[in-house]
């Protein structure tokens, strides 16, 4: 009985020393991943009123980087900034037009992260983002009028067949996951409500503190 009870304490010790976390509040990250909007341009086909007119579509996955540090434990901020381009090759027939047009969208947000696992091998965490996302229209021709009076969408249009907006964002990170390989690089993911995304893959890099 007394060797069971020796065994049971050096576990726990041996456990408690693997679960502690090294000082290391800052981080970068890099990532790559996927919006709504992202999967329904790859899918242009479904656009059932705007089949006619829509020829094809492509995207690139919504490009991620950010700077976290590390309050405590349990809390972390951050900043992150995400971009992604939408392109449309557009055709309409009564006009003699085509041509492509181009959506852009990049998006400013702070985060706070709760760490719910945060040792030397594993971040486990959930959180919010808030932030602005700037999207930017533009068209090779005056296209952009026919497509968007078409879309009985009322917006300023300049010269340059081009106009941009600045919207609020918001996004609730559902579950998050870094598995580190090394004392301090690691990869992982999210999962995501709101925007910029609904999932990312990415890698990260964490350390002391700046050198002077």
Known sequence: MKKIFKIAILLLFSLNAFSQTPSYPYKFNVAIGGSVLGMVTNYVDYYE?????????????????????????????????????????????????SGKLGLYRTNIGFRYLANYVDNRVINIYSGLRLGLSYWKIKAESKLIFSFLDKLQFNIPINPEYSTSTTVFSFQIVFFGMEVYLTQNIAIGGELALGSPYFATLGASYRFHKFKK
Do not use: C, M, R, W
């Not at 094809?56 to 976290?68: D, E, M, Q, R």
């Not at 901020?77 to 557009?90: E, K, M, P, T």
């Open 49 to 97: 009123d705007l089949t006619e007119y829509v020829e094809g579509a492509k995207t690139i996955p919504v490009l991620n980087a950010g700077y976290n540090y590390k309050i405590n434990k349990i809390s972390t901020i951050g900043v992150a900034l995400s971009h992604q381009n939408y392109i449309f090759n557009l055709v309409f027939p009564e006009d003699s037009i």
